[in-house]
């Protein structure tokens, strides 16, 4: 198990962070789409790290051929994707899982995913109930709720679903078997939930529109998609632990360069704002995302804010945005949250755990906490295997000083992580 100690930083700091891992929403969904399209998709900035490779090494068991050219890759899939003759790892991530159960549940073939044992005990049930609605034939542990899933791949027939959640990986599971059913689909869900399904299918000519009151209609394919051609920008969740890491330290500024500015994705950037962190978003171009460079400066002091609603939007960040409310001036809510408890760990419980451990006064409730600004203090943090929870309680110890335990799990979004933090303070590893 590594570990590391990072040291209280001894000044303010500037840095431009030009090289924030790219985007995992979008590097997943580019190792997927591909499969659905002929010729050859070029994607450059592919992320690198555990769980969007474990996407990429199941398109390759499906048939695509992977063609590293450094900065780029190049993948073609095969005419007809192929059954694989061993199980799917999606590692640590619910995405890829999420996503290939809707992809896989309608293609002939019998296929089994699995992942790592927090992957194996998170919530299959979401994509596998309203998948089996439509003819999917998906089976796991505890009654289908769990991996290892196995899926019987075959025909669908055409739905109208209204989630009952706000998720990503629910509505692009659904888009993706909506693609290979009998007729036009329809899904719904309250709120938006970060849109990158859409308009990268869009992009490669999926007949799929969003009307304006909010059901997506979905026309199954009657043609290979056309390939991508993509630079995947930033990821504005991982660049977000530096912009707390500026908002928490008076004085510092931080660039966080050729990122997604996608509203379904910088919303944390908002809340921090609200704070009164000192933000700016300059938007540069439009590919697929708008995209461009996001400006943090911290100030002398944060103050508290109650977070409870577009909370599909904050999910990612919740954890880093509790180190800012830790140290602003009052009692800060999360509301509304209940969808933490089923990341990568329970969320809302590692959080409240590790900020008591750091001498803060923390309530905790089922859908989520209150946080009263106080002193961080240095203590030693087990990351609960949840790359989020380590990578923020890292920032933490720019204040105080902190240990963090159990450290692999940053590998699978945010490998040169520490490489970026060492540029604000001295890091033991
Ligand atoms: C993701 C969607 C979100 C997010 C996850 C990535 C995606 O999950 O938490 O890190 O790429 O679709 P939910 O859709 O389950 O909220």
Known sequence: MKRAVVKPVKSPFDIDCNDIASDKSISHRCAMFSLLSSGVNRIENFLRAEDTLASLNIAKSLGAKVKDNGSYIEITAPQELKEPDDVLDCGNAGTAMRLYCGLLSGIDGSFVLTGDKYLRSRPMNRVAKPLRSIGAKIDGREFGNKAPLHIRGGKLKAFEYESPIDSAQVKSAMILSALQADGISRYKENLLSRDHTERMLKGMGAEIVTNSDGWIEIKPLTKPLSPLDIRVPSDPSSGFFFAVASAIIPGSKVKISAVTLNPTRVEAYKVLQNMGAD?????????????????????????????????????????????????????????????????????????????????????????????????????????????????????????????????????????????????????EL
């Open 279 to 427: 933000i700016e978003f300059v938007e540069k171009e439009n590919i697929y995302e708008p995209i461009g460079d996001i400006y943090i400066k911290g100030v002398d002091k944060l103050k508290a804010v109650e977070v409870s609603q577009n909370i599909a939007w904050l999910i990612d960040e919740l954890p880093a945005l509790s180190i800012a409310m830790a140290v602003a001036e009052g009692r800060s809510v999360v509301k509304n949250a209940k969808e933490l408890r089923v990341k990568e760990s329970d969320r809302i419980s590692s959080v409240v755990n590790s900020l008591k451990a750091c001498g803060i006064e923390v309530e905790e409730f089922e859908d989520g906490y209150a946080i009263r600004g106080g002193k961080f203090k240095r203590a030693t943090i087990n990351s609960y295997g949840d790359h989020r929870v380590a990578m923020s309680f890292a920032i933490a110890g720019l204040l105080s000083g902190m240990e963090i335990e159990d450290i692999e799990c940053i590998d699978t979004s945010f490998p040169n992580f520490f490489e970026i933090l060492s540029q604000i303070t001295e890091i």
